[in-house]
């Protein structure tokens, strides 16, 4: 604080106008202070640091007195924790090196030579394949529907419009029981369909037609470029290695390795589903998805009815080839 001192002149009983100090003399900072701010700056900084997805998870200690209060302000802070807990282990699990389905799946194509004897012309087949694979959503009334998997069939050169093939349980409201004659399934053919490109952008898809007996559905989508379109391979037969892809919700491509099964439907299912034996039965993210040879070429359709199931190539070619043609696919029964 400046010093103030007030001067008398001689004779006089009131002190003259006081002389004040300059002041823009600067303290010199206490290191200890110093010291204090840095710590408390690298405490916040860890603190945000901790609470990032690869940071350790921490177990909050709970005393068991702390039960026995009947306080529901406690009560609401230990459920808190635990939900902390809890949604920091599933950030935890999501991650690629954490991640089971992802860590078996890069085995599967990579890594393991029993599965895979020639790594590079799998890892070629592979990465061309899934330049032709899409992730598609649906909804209705802004509500979300479904989230399936397709991939490139056709391109118009003429109008820059892709078709792309998938599941038709993409627009399907009600599913069916467990009997798939039952007929108990309903499709919102004005449901909005979305095709998600890599890089988070998304382009409206239109439905073409669709197809309730073989669970398929074709949408035409506008580019601004051509669209990678695969080859079929009609010969698919039981004990073939295959790869299952897919895409997830943030367009990654998802692979997983399966052998196609010695397996007929049963008496619940289509008559033209075969069944192939792979790490994940049941993909989250692959109904509507191809399987491959190795190769690189179709081999199926990733339906997901049942475990395992798949619609074989061959007749993705017959309802392909009848769509070009007639716009529509016939069914046949044979009794």
């Known amino acids: 604080m400046a010093l103030v001192r007030a001067r008398q002149s001689p004779g006089s009983q009131s002190p003259l106008e006081p002389t004040v100090r300059s002041n823009t003399r600067k303290r010199k900072r206490d290191p200890a202070a ?5 710590k408390r700056k690298r405490t916040g900084e860890e603190e945000e640091v901790s609470s990032a997805d690869s940071s350790p998870v921490r177990q909050p200690h709970i005393p068991d007195r702390m039960y026995r209060l009947h306080d529901l302000n406690t009560s609401k802070a230990i459920q808190k924790a635990r939900e902390d807990v809890s949604a920091k282990r599933a950030r ?4 690629a090196t954490l991640n089971v389905h992802m860590c078996r799946a890069s085995m599967c194509v990579l890594d393991d030579p029993n599965l895979v004897p020639d790594r590079e012309s799998a890892r070629t087949a592979v990465l061309n394949a899934g330049r ?6 649906s909804s209705v009334g802004g509500k979300p529907l479904a989230r399936c998997c397709g991939f490139w069939v056709d391109w118009d050169e003429k109008n820059k419009i892709g078709t792309a093939l998938t599941t038709s349980r993409l627009i399907c409201t009600k599913s069916a029981s467990l009997d798939s004659w039952s007929g108990q399934e309903e499709y919102d053919t004005n449901a909005e369909v979305l095709v998600h490109m890599q890089g988070g952008t998304t382009e409206k898809a239109t439905l073409q037609y669709h197809q309730k007996h073989y669970d398929l559905a074709f949408f035409s989508v506008r580019m601004d470029r051509p669209v ?11 004990s073939d290695h295959v790869f299952e892809l897919g895409r997830d919700e943030s367009s990654f491509l998802r692979i997983s390795h399966g052998v196609v099964k010695f397996l007929n439907p049963n008496l619940l299912e289509r008559y033209h589903y075969m ?6 039965p049941r993909p989250k993210y692959g109904k509507g998805a191809p399987l491959i040879d190795f190769g690189g ?8 009815n049942t475990s395992g199931s798949f619609i074989p190539s061959s007749i993705l070619v017959k309802c392909l080839h009848l769509w070009r043609k007639f716009q529509y696919v016939l ?4 009794f």
């Not at 070429?297 to 997901?304: L, S």
């Open 297 to 304: 070429k179709i081999v199926g359709m990733v339906n997901g």
């Open 331 to 334: 069914v046949y029964f044979c």
């Open 34 to 38: 110093n010291r204090k701010s840095k």
């Open 132 to 137: 032709s694979v899409l992730g598609l959503s």
């Open 275 to 280: 069944h192939v034996h792979s790490a994940d």
């Open 228 to 238: 990678h379109i695969l080859s079929f391979n009609d010969g698919v037969k039981r």
């Open 92 to 95: 935890h699990m999501g991650l």
